[in-house]
């Protein structure tokens, strides 16, 4: 088992060695680097609105209890500083990319899987095509740029999500939850949240395509090997959080 473990991340560093390197064209490059944004990216807009809109929402109100509920008067203020706290050092940083992981993940995996087990990977090997380069990298790129974006957006429809909470409720006012917000957050929050969506977005491009790349057999092993990726994907971004964690917050 432990040979295993350690032959696999062997074959992983040595295909992100051949994936990290200086794409032969760039001209092909930036088409397959737009295309990946749209697939990898733009194509979780609606997921990651509608998942951080409701959990803000109910950080918001679980908030608002335990402050209503403590033995000490806490002011209404301060749910709107806990549920941007909240948003911003774990939910959407490490909920959300584990809910891309998922997503995006298994469609990595399955797409540079089914290439393999139809021969396609063979062909570019055969043409003289870095195969890994061509088909990983735009990948990487695409979700170290683009999944902080999709972070920033979650935090702010989360608060969003918060603020609709109190419309509908009318536990807090408005002008209460937006002095919350507007209370002050050290700088190093901010630095560790879109540090660990660097890292979760690194993951989630490579472990798939990993799995993906190394496909043998058929359609079926596609399919194991799709939920593997994912499997191990939360698995190692769960495991970085908590080296990350330790590293800048401690």
Same mark, same amino acid.
């Given at each position: 088992?432990?040979?295993?473990?350690?032959?696999?991340?062997?074959?992983?560093?040595?295909?992100?060695?051949?994936?990290?390197?200086?794409?032969?064209?760039?001209?092909?490059?930036?088409?397959?680097?737009?295309?990946?944004?749209?697939?990898?990216?733009?194509?979780?807009?609606?997921?990651?609105? /509608?998942?951080?809109i409701f959990v803000g929402a109910v950080?918001?109100?679980?908030?608002?209890?335990?402050?209503?509920?403590?033995?000490?008067?806490?002011?209404?203020? /301060?749910?709107?500083? +806990?549920?941007?706290?909240?948003?911003?050092?774990?939910?959407?940083?490490?909920?959300?990319?584990?809910?891309?992981?998922?997503?995006?993940?298994?469609?990595?995996? @399955?797409?540079? !899987?089914?290439?393999?087990?139809?021969?396609?990977?063979?062909?570019?090997?055969?043409?003289?095509?870095?195969?890994?380069?061509?088909?990983?990298?735009?990948?990487?790129?695409?979700?170290?740029?683009?999944?902080?974006?999709?972070?920033?957006? %979650?935090?702010?429809?989360?608060?969003?999500?918060?603020?609709?909470?109190?419309?509908?409720? !009318?536990?807090?006012?408005?002008?209460?939850y937006i002095t919350g917000i507007q209370? $002050?957050?050290?700088?190093?929050?901010? $630095?560790?949240?879109?540090?660990?969506?660097?890292?979760? +977005?690194?993951?989630?491009?490579?472990?798939?395509? $990993? $799995? !993906?790349?190394?496909?043998?057999?058929?359609?079926?092993?596609?399919g194991r090997a799709s939920t593997q990726?994912?499997?191990?994907?939360?698995?190692?971004?769960?495991? %970085?959080?908590?080296?990350?964690?330790?590293?800048?917050? @401690?």
């Open positions: 088992m432990l040979k295993k473990f350690f032959t696999a991340v062997g074959e992983y560093m040595i295909l992100l060695g051949k994936s990290i390197q200086k794409p032969q064209k760039m001209r092909v490059f930036w088409k397959l680097f737009m295309r990946e944004i749209n697939d990898l990216g733009v194509n979780s807009f609606g997921l990651v609105i /509608f998942t951080s950080v918001a109100i679980q908030m608002f209890n335990n402050f209503d509920a403590s033995s000490f008067p806490i002011p209404p203020s /301060f749910v709107g500083y +806990a549920t941007k706290a909240v948003l911003v050092l774990e939910f959407s940083p490490t909920i959300i990319s584990l809910i891309l992981a998922g997503k995006v993940g298994s469609y990595i995996a @399955s797409s540079i !899987g089914t290439m393999r087990v139809s021969e396609q990977i063979d062909a570019l090997d055969i043409m003289g095509v870095n195969s890994p380069n061509f088909l990983i990298f735009p990948k990487i790129i695409a979700c170290v740029i683009f999944n902080p974006l999709l972070i920033a957006i %979650s935090i702010v429809f989360g608060i969003g999500g918060g603020y609709i909470a109190g419309l509908l409720t !009318g536990n807090w006012t408005t002008a209460d209370m $002050y957050m050290p700088n190093l929050f901010i $630095y560790y949240a879109f540090t660990k969506t660097v890292v979760f +977005a690194f993951i989630i491009a490579t472990v798939p395509s $990993y $799995y !993906g790349y190394n496909v043998k057999g058929g359609s079926l092993e596609v990726a994912v499997v191990w994907t939360m698995v190692f971004i769960i495991l %970085s959080e908590l080296l990350l964690t330790q590293l800048i917050l @401690s």
